[in-house]
């Protein structure tokens, strides 16, 4: 079983659209988690961590239930900027696992 | 925020012979260091684990003996693909870590081998 699991889309959604990205992780000692965006033919770039109480940070939301081991990221008034593929991060230990990643196209 | 940086950011070479791709944490002290390597529309795929000091850890089906890593400060790690071949084309990201933060990737490498 992998250590995590991602949609691997592709969502394409037009502009202003809201559009939720799911996790799930098979380690419940996994203790630290994380959504990176990374665009095409570039490094992943840190978009948020994600603590149980959930966070936001303008028009994105992230959420993690251990109980569940999943976790979610909510993207609200899509814009075209936003296009890129986001990862699920989950670290365990010393060791950072990666989710296969989620492609999301905005469409004008 | 900590930075690493990654050098090259592309490289071409000729069938069988060697590239050395360095990763530097430039204001923290990276006890670990990962290698990765992604090939089109698929995902980051751990290589390996480089611990300051001390052996990398291989993932499975990672030819160590290929793909040599040294990590010889806190500060440096460095990946040498040997006698590279045209299926070791892809791009190779390496990434640090401070204790309890996030992971900092660096800008990646472009090998393209010819």
């Known amino acids: 079983r992998k250590e995590v699991e991602q949609d691997p889309g592709p969502f394409n959604v037009p502009e202003g659209a809201t559009v939720a990205f799911n996790c799930t992780y098979s380690n419940s000692a996994s203790q630290s988690f994380f959504w990176y965006r990374q665009d095409c033919r570039k490094e992943p770039k840190l978009l948020m961590s994600v603590y149980s109480s959930g966070n936001e940070d303008g028009r994105f939301t992230a959420q993690l239930n251990r109980a569940s081991q999943y976790i979610s990221l909510l993207i609200r008034d899509s814009k075209l900027s936003d296009s890129a593929t986001y990862l699920c991060v989950v670290k365990t230990g010393n060791q950072f696992y990666f989710g296969t990643g989620t492609s999301l196209t905005v469409i004008p | 925020g900590a930075v690493v940086s990654q050098h090259p950011s592309w490289v071409i070479c000729k069938s069988g012979t060697s590239v050395k791709i360095e990763c530097r944490s430039l204001?923290?002290?990276?006890?670990?260091m990962f290698w990765y390597r992604q090939f089109p529309k698929q995902s980051l795929m751990l290589m390996a684990t480089?611990?300051?000091?001390?052996?990398?850890?291989?993932e499975q089906g990672v030819e160590k003996d290929k793909f040599l890593i040294n990590h010889a400060s806190l500060t440096l790690s460095t990946l040498t693909v040997t006698s590279a071949h045209p299926e070791d084309s892809s791009f190779y990201i390496c990434s640090a870590t401070e204790i309890g933060t996030e992971a900092f990737f660096g800008q990646g490498t472009r090998l393209t081998v010819v």
């Open positions: 480089s611990n300051e000091g001390s052996k990398a850890t291989y």
């Open positions: 204001d923290f002290q990276a006890t670990t």
